[in-house]
């Protein structure tokens, strides 16, 4: 009997030591990707609160509350800091670091990693569910590089519209201008507009596209206001309203955008900031194409409007 005993005890004694010896203090796991974009690009993007669960698939990896779950532990992101987004679990989960870290590749490309750290226990039983808990954890990961994969191999991703680059073609432009002391309004804009659509009716001429608009603030106060309407064939000038021939071959940025000003004017900033990570320069004034009437429809919220930027 006392032999049986000492035998258990020493199978005890081993396993504990196994446990001990080859479950570590500390299990890491991590699962990293790269994106095509410039560094500067995706840490602008993740560095605002708004973003940082951008990339998720509400469905399948958020909560109703809007949580990351992982495994059997749910994560809230709540930090952006040394270039990484880090996560904190949510109560009673205790032991857990879950972080996703940036940093450049190349100077050209980025290198996100997912980083998952968990501290295991003292007490044996704790200890070993926690080593397996972290080994479940290694494919939750993996479907979380994925996602982020997905998400910043494109350029919407990265800078939140889908900017196009695309090669000018020949096109014929009627425009006009007028100034203001404040900044135009829809009756403003668009009685310049129809200035350029009577044009066209006394000259029996068609338009090949939606009204074309530029809105420049002066130095010395009140804002220049410049319409165009692209036409079909070459047009004489006439008082106020120019003729101009737009050459082939220049290259152009272009995104769409559903909304309001202030939609419009945060897609021209991501553009802006498209021209500076490649480190491309603009020769010619921005201008937007108002697909959608102003005056027919009163809800900005439901106007689309496309934005080109010249750019060498």
């Known amino acids: 009997m006392k032999k049986i005993f000492l035998i258990l005890l020493a199978l005890v004694v081993v396993t504990l030591c196994c446990i001990y010896l080859f479950i570590p203090n500390v299990v890491q796991h991590s699962s990293g990707h790269s994106s095509p974009y410039r560094y500067d690009a995706v840490l602008r993007r993740l560095k605002q609160p708004a973003n940082w669960l951008c990339w998720a698939d509400r469905q399948s990896l958020l909560t109703k509350d809007g949580l990351l779950h992982l495994s059997d532990v749910s ?20 032991g857990y670091q879950l972080r ?13 990693q997912w980083e998952y750290r968990s501290a295991t226990s003292y007490n044996p039983i704790q200890r070993i569910n926690r080593y397996r808990e972290a080994q479940s954890v290694r494919n939750a990961l993996d479907q979380l ?29 009627i425009s006009t201008s007028g100034n203001s002391s404040s900044y135009p309004d829809i009756p403003f804009i668009y009685s310049l507009i129809d200035k350029l659509y009577s044009y066209l009716q006394q000259q029996q001429a068609q338009t090949s596209g939606a009204p074309m608009l530029n809105i420049l603030q002066q130095p010395e106060g009140g804002y220049l206001t410049r319409v165009a309407l692209p036409v079909t064939r070459e047009l004489p000038q006439q008082h106020d309203i120019s003729f101009k021939r737009m050459l082939a071959g220049g290259n152009i940025l272009i995104t769409e955008v559903k909304g309001g000003p202030a939609q419009i004017e945060k897609a021209s900033a991501q553009i802006e900031n498209y021209i500076k990570d490649f480190k491309r320069m603009s020769p010619a004034i921005p201008f937007l194409s108002l697909v959608t009437d ?18 060498m």
Request: zero cysteines; hydrophobic letters at 40%; proline letters at 6%.
């Open 75 to 94: 994560f809230r992101a709540d930090s952006f800091s040394q270039s990484a987004l880090y996560f904190s679990p949510v109560a009673p989960a205790q």
């Open 100 to 112: 996703l870290a940036i940093s450049p590749v190349n100077g050209d490309s980025t290198r996100l």
């Open 145 to 173: 590089s994925a996602h982020t994969n997905r998400y910043f191999r494109h350029i919407e991703g990265v800078y939140g519209f889908a900017i196009k680059e695309a090669v000018v073609s020949d096109s014929l432009l």
């Open 294 to 311: 102003r005056r027919q429809q009163p809800d900005s919220t439901q106007w689309i409007t496309r934005i080109y930027y010249p750019v």
